[in-house]
């Protein structure tokens, strides 16, 4: 599967009118979402020689497991757990924003059971996702970002000991907060990207201002707060070029929609390089 892209900056004092104006193209609502991305690297290149015993303990065959491209490659890999839950009830989508002091003084999200060291949930099983994302095609060859990509989805589990048991280790986690919307084919993500760790600047009863929007044990890794805003499509069948093609004009159509507001283009593709050096 093919995954096409297009990347723009926000900074936050335009984070709110840029995200209504993507909910007046999208005729939509925006979604908050909260994940989190844990990062993986291969221990070895042969990474797949324990996968039966973990795709036993995890309910996934191992001839699903096998077609993951990654595996046997010098890869780092996602794991992305939806943390919505974490939200605590009332918090809306205009909250997730609007409040800069919200955090602090009401606490929209419950982060009780997340563990700092390895930003892992402290429940036994939850939903994830495995992704993989291949280096991007050589810019110039199309107007957007365009590279492989794959996911395989777990219904429950432990992430930490499948991807140990696969012979790769952790290497950093960060949180994802912000809305998604939808248009057309296109997905629409306006998020924050925040560090997680021990280590995190404790808000207390009086944040400061760079730290104000963060969920407690957090903080932006940017202190400047921008956001990002990522345009993504999939095309399920990169041997038919008018799917190629299809999915670039509908993106490059939001590019011109979207010009005045905010300036998609493509992304670097050394900073998307996900090849363990």
């Known amino acids: 599967m093919q995954e096409l892209l297009l990347f723009g900056q926000v900074p936050l004092a335009r984070h709110d009118y840029v995200l209504s104006v993507l909910a007046g ?3 939509m609502q925006p979604k908050p979402i909260l994940e989190k991305h844990l990062v993986f690297k291969p221990n070895r290149p042969l990474a797949s020689v324990r996968a039966s015993s973990a795709t036993a303990r995890q309910g996934v065959s191992t001839s699903q497991l096998q077609t993951f491209p990654a595996l046997g490659d010098l890869f780092y890999l996602e794991v992305v757990i939806d943390c919505n839950d974490l939200m605590r009830s009332g918090a809306g989508a205009a909250n997730l924003a609007v409040d800069r002091h919200r955090w602090a003084k009401d606490g929209i999200l419950n982060t009780d059971h997340i563990d ?3 930003c892992q949930s402290r429940k036994s099983s939850e939903e994830w996702t495995i992704q993989f994302r291949d280096l991007p095609e050589v810019n110039g060859r199309r107007t957007v ?13 432990d992430a930490l000991a499948f991807m140990s048991a696969l012979d790769y280790s952790q290497t950093s986690c960060r949180l994802i907060l ?12 306006l998020y924050h990207p925040l560090a997680i760790d021990s280590t995190a600047p404790s808000l207390g009863s009086g944040p400061s201002p760079e730290h104000a929007r963060s969920p407690p044990n957090s903080w932006p890794l940017d202190p400047s707060e921008p956001y990002i805003l990522q345009a993504s499509l999939m095309v399920q069948d990169v041997n038919k070029p008018e799917l190629m093609t299809r999915g670039v004009n509908e993106l490059m159509a939001l590019k011109e929609t979207l010009r005045g507001v905010v300036d998609i283009n493509v992304g670097d593709r050394l900073s998307l390089d996900t090849r363990v050096k």
């Open 25 to 27: 193209i999208a005729a």
């Open 116 to 118: 700092p060291k390895t």
């Open 145 to 157: 970002t365009s590279r492989q990509m794959f996911d395989l989805d777990f219904k429950s589990g």
């Open 178 to 189: 912000g809305h998604r919307l939808s248009h057309l084919s296109t997905s629409l993500l």
